[in-house]
């Protein structure tokens, strides 16, 4: 709500104002607004799976720490984040295609980030903001964060009848505690570097933005985050994301074998955000999820 907006502004800035609504895709919305008489954007929760609090620190700790260009993050609170409008931000209505001069760019950005973080995420899990402070909630071995991930994942999809296709893919991986045996170790993961929110100009990223999917993972999380959705059947432009990563940072031997992995966790996300967000009517979104649900049971049981 427009005045839950206001609210925001009034307790952090002297001046404000709010200008239009950028997007509203559940659990978030965004508002293009203006405080101190700069132009900005807040993004701000609107559902409990929110954690745009979480995502302005991370937004943060990347302008900080890495050459990977930001928005500057001018105030966080307790569910909400403002950052400074920036002027090469993918627009929200943008219709970026994933050419091959992107893919190249944007696969050298993505290693990019991982190479200036890797010294700096000891832990692999979910990001966390608790005390004003970034931290890492998570644990020392990369399977069983992904256990994790999968697990919080459960009660979304179990109020729509989804949980015991979330446990096969947990049994699955507990019975596998090699299963990511040669995973790389944890960096900041973007989480969804897909055209929508890393923006290219003249072969290099302009801005890269949303990190409302971050994670502290294996750079391969992310690798195949991008790539499985950005690329299907797109054989030059995968190719070209991959030399442009790699022109940074080499990928671990072995990270095509744990593709089907990778294929795991996404879809069991895919499966969550279709209730999350809600964009679908109820009789395509039941169709999508069975789809998924199906395609994960045949890769759990092909991997066995």
Same mark, same amino acid.
């Given at each position: ?17 709010? %200008? ?37 620190? %991370? ?5 900080? /720490? ?32 994933? !050419? =091959? ?5 944007? !696969? ?17 899990? /979910? ?24 697990? /919080?994942? /459960? ?35 973007? !989480? ?18 949303? @990190? ?6 294996? !750079? ?10 950005? @690329? ?26 744990? =593709? ?10 895919? %499966?969550?955000?279709?209730? %999350? ?24 049981? =092909?991997? =066995?």
């Amino acid at each position: 709500m427009q005045q839950d907006v206001h609210d925001a502004l009034a307790s952090r800035f002297d001046t404000h104002r709010v %200008v239009r609504a950028l997007r509203a895709v559940p659990p978030h919305e965004v508002w293009e607004v203006g405080v101190d008489g700069r132009r900005a954007v807040l993004k701000r929760d609107t559902g409990p799976t929110g954690n745009a609090a979480v995502e302005g620190r %991370v937004t943060a700790f990347v302008g900080d /720490r890495t050459s990977v260009p930001v928005p500057e993050v001018l105030h966080v609170g307790d569910d909400c984040y403002v950052a400074a409008w920036h002027p090469d931000a993918p627009a929200p209505d943008a219709a970026e295609t994933a !050419g =091959r001069s992107w893919a190249r760019a944007a !696969g050298r950005g993505l290693a990019t980030l991982h190479e200036e973080t890797e010294s700096l995420v000891g832990r692999y899990g /979910r990001f966390d903001g608790a005390g004003g402070v970034l931290s890492v909630d998570g644990d020392a071995d990369w399977h069983a964060a992904a256990v994790d991930y999968v697990r /919080r994942r /459960r009660p979304a999809m179990d109020e729509h009848g989804h949980g015991a296709v979330a446990d096969a893919v947990v049994d699955f991986l507990v019975d596998r505690p090699d299963a990511f045996a040669g995973a790389d170790g944890p960096v900041c993961c973007h !989480g969804w570097a897909t055209p929508e929110h890393v923006a290219v100009d003249d072969g290099e990223v302009a801005c890269v933005v949303d @990190f409302e999917h971050a994670l502290a993972a294996p !750079g391969e999380f992310d690798y195949w985050r991008t790539v499985l959705p950005t @690329f299907q059947g797109d054989e030059a432009g995968r190719r070209a994301f991959r030399e442009g990563y790699e022109s940074v940072r080499t990928l671990p031997s072995g990270f095509g074998h744990r =593709r089907p992995l990778y294929v795991l966790l996404n879809e069991v996300y895919y %499966v969550e955000s279709l209730y %999350v967000q809600n964009r679908l009517g109820a009789e395509e979104k039941r169709e999508r999820a069975a789809w998924l649900e199906d395609r994960i049971r045949e890769t759990v049981e =092909r991997l =066995r």
